[in-house]
């Protein structure tokens, strides 16, 4: 078997074709060009380990798109044991399918593992991890981003493999040809993720989702953390919430290679970020979403989350390094190359929501090595991926104090100066809606009765209204980026909400203030408390940080604001995460609108070229691959009972 290809997201076009496509003999890139592609694979989740969501094929464009049909859909395993057991039902089909040789691979929220002929869909083997033997998961219940692959080398060549975590906290190691555990891999093929994290972790409390990055024979793994105090235990412990670190496991053998402590232990640097040793008791700080990684430098970069409480910090005053930072480690070792903190003490659960992408710019002349994060408060972090230097400066600016009793809110959050925002933030006039001075009086009318006010105005007793919210600006569906414009494209919501907090009994809890549900905040009339759009596409070109367009992701209450006797706003928009995928012709969106939608776009204007509706909403993000000279779509829809993947072709 061949040697699987290394690459990150800074490829060239040419660099492309060399690894992936059947001009891999010193290919002569002016002869061949993307449309003569033969065959592509999707990699990674993202495409690659930079999580650039970009496949360099063109014969599904603006020509030929609306000629799209159903190619093949599978119908997903899960829906079978929804049926067996009706206790355990996941919320989405949520995975990034990949693909290697003509074959696609895919996981479920139910632990299932499937491999399918990529051009007919034809399954070849199933899987079953027996994930939901351990009952409902951590925090986000049966959820699953996807796989990764890997070739292990042994006396007699390559030895194809498929490597997931799993929503029980396993690591698993298959033969990609037979779906069989790989025996010689910890203990019949898997690692129990339970063991190895410096303290004893109760198997209910910690989750695995995300597809996990490889560097070498290193997988990297970040886990989801019961994060959330009202849990059913009396008294509830600070001690209880499992710590967030990062493990780097070795893939010839399953055992655990290094341990990056994200909340930094005696002696550790940073350490000395949690006052009042309050390190010793602090959970969560982890990494729930996917990571990116340079292969070429050898770095894995963790988009690292919030500490536990997430919404109140008395119990751990400082800035509390590692929490809510990007860190970038040595995938070999578990070394620290170097770190840079998003939110300083962590108040809102900004915490990072998607892997960050790994992009090759030039900017004022200089080329560039950088990664590009985008945030939950609508933020993109541009960052040297080498150094960790900001490529725009990212100002420390006054955010308000916090009036909760025993609270220390950071005087500074860091605001960068470039890229601009790309969605709203802080609540005020400017933000608040205005179709009418009515409707605008009404709003300030709702307003008046929760403290409000500019980004990172913390939470309090009264209530806080936060914009964005904890679910966007930017969420796990990440964006996608083009290589050969630099262009790079993401979706996001507005979507403010109400974080208030109460006091406990400290007879029962050791949390002194936990947050009181989370809400919407209702506008007045049945309309939104901001301006449209509520969601948007926006199209930034991170040579110059300058955005080229901004678009709502759908029609949205257009309709509904018009027979209220309101002037036509035009489109604004979905409070829905609408994942994007882009080619070398065409950006994709997929979308629920009323009805499902995969919407395919111009690149340069954000115009919808054509819409392909869907048989089920979609969940998953959608990824292109060709097989035999033909480029296919695939998308993971539908959940529960419904779950399918749906792929598609030109005729």
């Not at 080329?367 to 725009?392: M, N």
């Not at 009994?505 to 919407?520: K, Q």
Request: some cysteine; charged content about 20%; glycine content about 10%.
């Amino acid at each position: 078997m061949r040697q699987a290809p290394t690459f990150s997201s800074h490829y060239s076009i040419a660099l492309l074709l060399m690894v992936l496509a059947d001009c891999s003999e010193a290919p002569d890139t002016e002869q061949c060009q993307p449309s003569e592609l033969s065959n592509f694979d999707w990699g990674s989740y993202g495409s690659d380990p930079g999580h650039s969501k970009y496949a360099p094929l063109d014969q599904i464009n603006a020509d030929t798109v609306q000629n799209l049909d159903f190619a093949w859909t599978w119908e997903s395993v899960d829906n079978q044991a929804v049926a067996e057991r009706p206790e355990f039902v996941p919320t989405g089909f949520k995975a990034t399918p990949i693909t290697r040789d003509g074959v696609l691979y895919v996981s479920t929220p139910l632990g299932h593992v499937a491999a399918l002929d990529a051009a007919t869909g034809e399954e070849k083997w199933i899987f079953n991890t027996f994930t939901w033997e351990h009952g409902r998961p951590a925090n986000n219940g049966f959820n699953h981003r996807g796989v990764a692959y890997w070739e292990k080398t042994t006396p007699g060549g390559t030895e194809p493999r498929i490597i997931l975590s799993t929503a029980n906290a396993f690591l698993w190691s298959l033969d990609a040809e037979t779906g069989q555990p790989d025996r010689t891999f910890g203990t019949n093929g898997k690692v129990d993720l339970t063991i190895g994290l410096g303290k004893e972790v109760d198997r209910a409390m910690i989750a695995h989702s995300a597809a996990v990055p490889i560097v070498g024979d290193t997988v990297i793994l970040g886990s989801v953390v019961y994060d959330d105090p009202m849990f059913d235990r009396v008294p509830a412990r600070l001690t209880d919430i499992p710590p967030g670190h990062v493990r780097g496991f070795d893939l010839n053998t399953g055992r655990q290679k290094w341990i990056f402590h994200t909340i930094p232990q005696q002696g550790e640097f940073g350490n000395d970020t949690w006052q009042n040793n309050s390190w010793q008791v602090t959970g969560a700080t982890n990494v729930w979403t996917n990571l990116s990684a340079d292969p070429e430098l050898g770095y894995v970069y963790l988009p690292i989350g919030t500490p536990g409480n997430d919404w109140y910090g008395g119990q751990r005053l400082g800035d509390n390094l590692f929490g809510t930072s990007l860190v970038a480690l040595d995938a070999d070792t578990g070394e620290r190359v170097w770190h840079y903190q998003i939110v300083h003490h962590e108040l809102w659960d900004y915490d990072p929501p998607a892997a960050p992408t790994l992009v090759d710019i030039t900017v004022d002349g200089r080329e560039i090595k950088a990664l590009a994060q985008v945030s939950k408060q609508a933020f993109i972090y541009v960052l040297d991926r080498t150094t960790g230097e900001p490529v725009w400066p990212i100002e420390e600016r006054p955010v308000p104090a916090s009036s909760v009793p025993g609270e220390r809110a950071s005087p500074t959050q860091p605001f960068p100066t470039r890229p601009a925002p790309f969605d709203q933030q802080g609540i005020s006039e400017d933000t608040l809606i205005d179709f009418t001075p009515q409707l605008r009086a009404e709003a300030l009318q709702i307003i008046s009765e929760f403290d409000y006010g500019m980004l990172y105005t913390p939470p309090s007793l009264k209530g806080t209204i936060n914009l964005p919210g904890w679910a966007g600006g930017a969420e796990w569906s990440g964006a996608a980026f083009d290589p050969d414009t630099s262009m790079y494209y993401i979706p996001s919501v507005s979507s403010p909400i109400v974080a208030q907090l109460i006091e406990q009994d400290l007879a029962e809890t050791e949390f002194r203030y936990v947050r009181n549900g989370i809400r919407n905040v209702n506008g007045p009339q049945g309309l939104p408390i901001t301006k449209p759009p509520y969601g948007r596409i926006s199209a930034v070109d991170l040579d110059t940080g300058e955005y080229h367009w901004v678009r709502a992701n759908a029609e949205g209450i257009r309709q509904q604001i018009i027979d209220m006797g309101i002037d036509d706003p035009g489109p604004v928009g979905v409070v829905n995460v609408a994942p994007l995928l882009v080619t070398k012709s065409l950006l994709f969106q997929a979308i629920t609108d009323g009805v499902p939608v995969l919407r395919a776009m111009d690149k340069a204007s954000g115009e919808t070229v054509a819409e392909f509706e869907l048989p089920a909403i979609p969940q998953g993000a959608p990824m292109s691959y060709m097989v035999d000279g033909k480029q296919y779509i695939s998308i993971a829809s539908g959940g529960g009972a419904d779950a399918m993947l749906v792929t598609l072709a030109l005729p």
